[in-house]
């Protein structure tokens, strides 16, 4: 997989610990150079092609580069650890640049959340990359989403009520966006009907 090769970032903690979540609409230092790995990532792995501006249209193609990588041979340990950081890096960013969040860059990058700003909703981006790579879950790789715990009976009822789907598509970066979608459309009403309780 020469596409992965060269000098990459640092997938550890690099001396950083703690919370160092970013202020305002900034991209924290801490995730930049993962995110332009995975932009080079996919542009040497499609033959040049730059990310679209559009989110849907840019995980077509990153979805797209993780299914040709997962093709390729076995991922090994330290291939999932180098792609899903830097993926999950660009995905959790545009995702928060999309809806609203914070980053909350605890630990190590599959301990990641990005946290929306809009209800309380997380979600787990590097974990979701390393599982859209592999295909299936991941040990040590966290992927689900997490909210108040009072809604959370009502959130796995709701995605239950969607039916079965693909499981290629479950594990793809579109899938999960459109399931944090559905998560933030559900949230939203459980605060609204919250707060007119009281």
């Keep these: 997989m020469s596409e992965h090769s060269g000098d990459s970032p640092d997938s550890g903690n690099s001396g950083n610990s703690g919370n160092s979540g970013n202020s305002g609409d900034a991209t924290p230092p801490r995730i930049e150079a993962f995110i332009h790995a995975a932009a080079d990532y996919v542009r040497r792995s499609l033959g ?34 180098l792609v899903a ?31 929306l700003d809009a209800v309380e909703l997380r979600f787990a981006p590097v974990g979701m990359a390393a599982e ?11 992927a689900s989403l997490a909210t108040r715990k009072a809604f959370t009976p009502q959130l796995e009822a709701a995605f239950e009520a969607v039916g ?34 009281n």
Excluded: C, M
């Design 164 to 197: 079965p789907v693909d499981e290629a598509y479950y594990y793809s970066l579109t899938g999960r966006y459109e399931t944090i979608l559905h998560a933030l459309e559900v949230v939203a009403e459980l605060t609204k009907r919250a707060t007119e309780k």
């Design 132 to 142: 859209a790579l592999r295909g299936a879950e991941v040990d040590g790789f966290p």
């Design 48 to 81: 040049g092609v730059e990310l679209p501006a559009d989110l849907p249209a840019a995980l077509a193609y990153v979805d797209h580069y993780l299914t040709k990588t997962r093709s390729a041979g076995p991922v090994t340990d330290e291939i999932l650890l």
């Design 85 to 115: 950081t830097a993926i999950g890096a660009w995905f959790g960013e545009r995702a928060r640049q999309e809806l609203g969040g914070h980053w909350e860059l605890d630990g190590e990058p599959a301990n990641w959340r990005v946290a």
